[in-house]
């Protein structure tokens, strides 16, 4: 019995995480069923995918990450997807495109039954769980919901990225790489500019700053990182989602 994660943006304040749950159970009593997270902002894909890209990886492989949410098109029903030794359950949002970029060579879709979506986003989920192959639970499909990362660009003068995600702290991570900085700013000075400022360091750690200051410190998913240390950088800093961020290196 594989274990089965779940993340959704259905809150907690309602009934809908222990729906899914109980219906995963009734079928598989000794399912184990683990909580990712259920806070994610409604209809924000972009938030589910950095959620589950950053932790999905450290489950043991064979893995069934369910997902609660919307389609974004009109298809209806759910899909199972492999990638790197992890199974997906999705409902057709492009989510998984934003999770890993290599190309998906398994990729089935299943019927969902009389309408009734969280039902067979469970039982799928749990079936995969209780071993039974993805080719007899779906059909294989080529034409699933696709988006394209963005990436920072990077040249010998600079790098150009932005926000792309406020966690729960209010630091703002970003889309730059540490191997991108690296490589650039080895034996070179450089500044890091944010909205109308600018530091000229990279942290090791968030407290080699004062509380209330400003840090920028690569993340253990070696992207960069900003916020006020004991503070709420979104909101101090008035950055938010797609502000730019830039690092000049000196010639």
């Known amino acids: ?62 893995t069934i990450h369910l997902v609660g949410g919307e389609p974004s098109n009109k298809r209806t029903g759910i899909l ?31 019927t969902s039954e009389e309408g009734d979506y969280m039902k067979t986003l469970a039982e799928t989920a749990s079936s995969l769980s209780s071993g039974e192959p993805a080719e007899g639970l779906g059909k294989p499909i080529t034409d699933y919901q696709q988006f394209t990362t963005r990436k920072a660009r990077a040249t010998k003068k600079e790098i150009a990225g932005h926000i792309v995600y406020a966690d729960h702290y209010g630091n703002l991570i970003t ?46 998913e070696k992207k960069l990182m900003l916020g006020v240390n004991q503070g709420n950088g979104k909101e101090l800093l008035g950055l938010h989602y797609d502000s730019p961020i830039i690092i000049k290196f000196e010639e």
């Open 1 to 62: 019995m594989s274990l089965i994660t779940f993340t959704s943006d259905y809150g907690l304040s309602d009934h809908y995480v222990a729906k899914v749950k109980a219906q995963i159970i009734s079928k598989s009593p000794d399912s184990r069923i683990l909580d990712i997270g259920h806070a994610i902002k409604p209809f924000d894909i972009g938030h589910m995918a950095h959620v589950l890209k950053s932790v999905y990886a450290d489950f043991p492989e064979g």
């Open 175 to 220: 889309n730059i790489e540490q191997t991108d900085f690296n490589i650039l700013s080895k034996d070179r000075k450089y500044s890091i500019q944010f909205g109308r400022e600018s530091l000229n360091r990279v942290h090791n750690r968030i407290t080699d700053v004062e509380a209330g200051d400003v840090f920028f410190i690569f993340n253990a």
């Open 80 to 110: 199972i997807f492999f990638i790197e030794g992890h199974w997906f359950v999705t409902p057709d949002n492009g989510l998984i495109t934003l999770i890993s970029e290599r190309p998906l060579h398994q990729v089935f879709e299943v």
